[in-house]
Structures are given as C-alpha cells and as structure tokens.
Nanobody, 120 residues
Framework: QVQLVESGGGLVQPGGSLRLSCAAS????????MAWYRQAPGKERELVAR???????HYVDSAKGRFTISRDNAKNTVYLQMNSLKPDDTAVYYC??????????????WGQGTQVTVSS
C-alpha cells in the first residue's frame, strides 16, 4: 500500500525557518509528480510549490524567494524549505504525488498533513 508520510511541521516565530519532508513508501513503479499544498483555516487548499513536467519548479507568488521545493529521487522524498516565515503562512501543509503503482495505473496520493504555525 502506497503512503505519503510527512514530517517537519511545528511552531515557529515570524522570520524563522522550517523544513518539511514527505516520503513515499510502499510498492510502486515511479513517481511522476510531487508538490506541496496548504490549507489555512476558512480557506481553500492552495498549491504552494511543485515540480513541472520538465523538472522545473513553480511557486505560488507569496512563496517565491522564501520557499524552496526539492526532491531526493533515491529516497522517494520531497522537501519544502521555508524561510522568512510569516503569520500568513500558518496552515496545514499537505504533500501530493502522482504515483505509477504498476505499468498501467497511476493514482493521486495525499499526505496526512502537517501543521505549520507562525506566531510570536
């Protein structure tokens, strides 16, 4: 059974940093896409950062210059380095992946979510 397991959330002061990790576990062929989303209280879930099909990165405007998405293919893990955090970054952060579980089937998976709270 394929799972995405997240870690790294927590409470941080404004201006601080956090690094989120998301590891895919289980049996599968490959991962075709990985991304980070977030959902703040009372708001819709929004895309924060992702890898494009060409391997480049894309960020929501509010994260540009502060967040960096990276991945370790050998570990089936995606990271989100978040610097200069602001109270508006407070949300539950979700990892997302498109995973090819066998030669013919690709599914979307979500992590369980990790809380990030930016507050003094």
């Amino acid at each position: 059974q394929v799972q995405l397991v997240e870690s790294g959330g927590g409470l941080v002061q404004p201006g601080g940093s956090l690094r989120l990790s998301c590891a895919a576990s289980g049996s599968f062929f490959s991962i075709s896409a990985m991304a980070w989303y977030r959902q703040a209280p009372g708001k819709e879930r929004e895309l924060v950062a992702r890898f494009t099909n060409g391997g480049r990165t894309h960020y929501v405007d509010s994260a540009k210059g502060r967040f960096t998405i990276s991945r370790d293919n050998a570990k089936n893990t995606v990271y989100l380095q978040m610097n200069s955090l602001k109270p508006d970054d407070t949300a539950v952060y979700y990892c997302y992946a498109n995973i090819l579980v066998d030669a013919a089937h690709e599914y979307r998976y979500w992590g369980q979510g990790t809380q990030v709270t930016v507050s003094s």
